[in-house]
């Protein structure tokens, strides 16, 4: 398995008048074709850490490679490009664009990086969306759907570019029991189909078991499993 | 289609309501603009034309622009030289020789010219007395710079060569002192000389002040009741290119020595008149607007504020600042273009609507219809300044949107 995405003591601190230090030295390798799940209490940075590794935030120390290129020099332009090419993200609210149809909002991210023409972007999209159970409701938009599909929808469009890693924060935190073990099948169907990495902030311990190897952290620091 | 215009589109499509009252705005502005214009156009042209047909392009008058300089001054240019009690001589007025600067001028190309020799007289007719600006003329060389033939109602201008004791007057003079054709009137001048002569032509112009004061009558007969033998006070001179009269008439000025007035020279005043107007109406209906505009601000900085979640989300996804903020600007340019062509529609329909409205102006005897401009030029200028005030307006939401940081709100779930 091959190193995608490497953290090296980051910190992030939110410049306040007392500072707060979100992620504190935290330094964790991802490889391709791993499930990892990130594990703390409320507050004590998972989501922030997610964001970093994401590219999403700038850690204020520390440097992250992804694909063994050094991300920390990138400008905003540069983050975003990344962004595009080789990461997915999943949240816990599916944020999906409420006037875009499901097929729509899957082939956003395709349209914008150009990689296909649009027919076969809508084609991919389709059969994306299909090996996700989600055929019938192509034409529908998010508000038509339930929360699990609309969360396969939001997994659909983060594998839209065939991304190296996906990071999902809390994708089940806002779904019932069923739908989210289907969320977590399919996310875990994801790795074994695409050998890409999948990254992902949860609070359930049924969830986390299921990950081949579980981050700790509290007040910032990983207690265990870097 | 760019995916950026694509979204913009869904926004727009999506928030029915607020992107036609926008489009509504931006419509108004842009066929108030259209309108205003036009009236404002038309009626400086219908201004123009009525000054041009009118009146003369160029005048040569009996004045001279500077005083001529006395011989003693050319004589001794460095003296040191002090005239006093300085007595033009006593002449006839009028310009000396007029022939040859006629034919010197009747030279030129795409020029005519006439003579005329104006004066006050007093028409007399029935115990009534009317003072008359009495335009002694050649009627053959009158027709070529004057549209006067043209307002002939009865009898005709050459009916004074015909006949040297003949006049034409205007049908308002003709009214006020129920006067008719072939009726025989006495014209007296300054100089107490006393002709009867016979109405042989009425003319009507529309405009009160001419048709009830101005008489034509032959030159050599005016120049007899006047007493100014073989001088016309007055060279009337018509041009193929009216805007060229500044340039002709100092050509004329610097051959003949007096005083050639080109007719932007003599309406300078109601010319900047006309160009103070024009700078009014411009500012008056661009604030129209860039009223509009901030109707467009105010939607594209709610819809910006509505948005951040998705602005969130396009960024997390790899959208860059750039493309962001052009989502935005494209819905202010799409206001701006689609306002505009519904606006350029409804503007030429106030403009034949206005166009099609008749009045009498004061001092005008005929009805006429409101004189309104068609041109394209004015609907571009509009456009134009709707789609840049629309641009500009969505401009500083467009870039507020681009600086969304996502963390920002993705960390505050559905906010």
Known sequence: MIEVLRAE???????????????????????????????????????????????????????IWLDGVDTSAFGEDQLAQVRLEKLGFVFQFHFLLAEFTVLENVVLPMARLGRWPPNEQRERATAQLADLGLADHLDKRPDQLSGGQRQRVAIARALANEPLVILA??????LDTAASRNVQETLKMTVQAGNRAVVTVTHDPEFARAGDRIIRIVDGRVEDGT | MPLGLRIALTHLIHRRRQTIMSLLGVALGVAFFVAVSSLMRGSEADFIKRLIDSAPHITVSDEFRTPREQPV?????????ALHSLKPKTETRGIRGYKQDLAFIANLPGVRVAPVLAGQAILTFAGKEQGITLNGIVPALMAGVSDIDNKIVAGSLDAVAVNPNGIVIGRGLARKLYLNMGDNVSVSAQTGQVRTM??????????????????FALLKRTQALFGRIERANKLIIQLDDPYSARDVSAIIESHVGYRAESWQEAQQSLMSVLLIRNIIMYSVVSAILVVASFGIFNVISTVVLEKRRDVAILKSMGFHARDVRRIFLAQGVVIGVLGSILGIGLGYGLIAALGAVRLQPPGMSEVVNLPVYWGLDQALLAAAFAVLSSAGAAYIPARRAGRVHPVDILRGGMA
């Not at chain 2, 001054?73 to 030289?81: L, V």
């Open chain 1, 9 to 63: 003591k980051i910190t992030r601190i939110l410049p306040a008048e007392v500072p707060i230090a979100l992620v504190r030295d935290v330094s964790v390798s991802i490889r391709s074709g791993e499930f990892v799940c990130i594990q703390g209490p409320s507050g004590s940075g998972k989501s922030s850490l997610l964001y970093l590794l994401g590219l999403l935030d700038v850690p204020t120390t520390g440097k």
């Open chain 2, 198 to 215: 016979k109405i042989v032509g009425l003319f009507e112009t529309g405009t009160t002040a001419v048709d009830e004061v101005q008489a």
């Open chain 1, 169 to 174: 924060d809390e994708p089940t935190g806002n």
């Open chain 2, 73 to 81: 001054m050319t004589a001794y240019p460095d003296g040191a030289i």
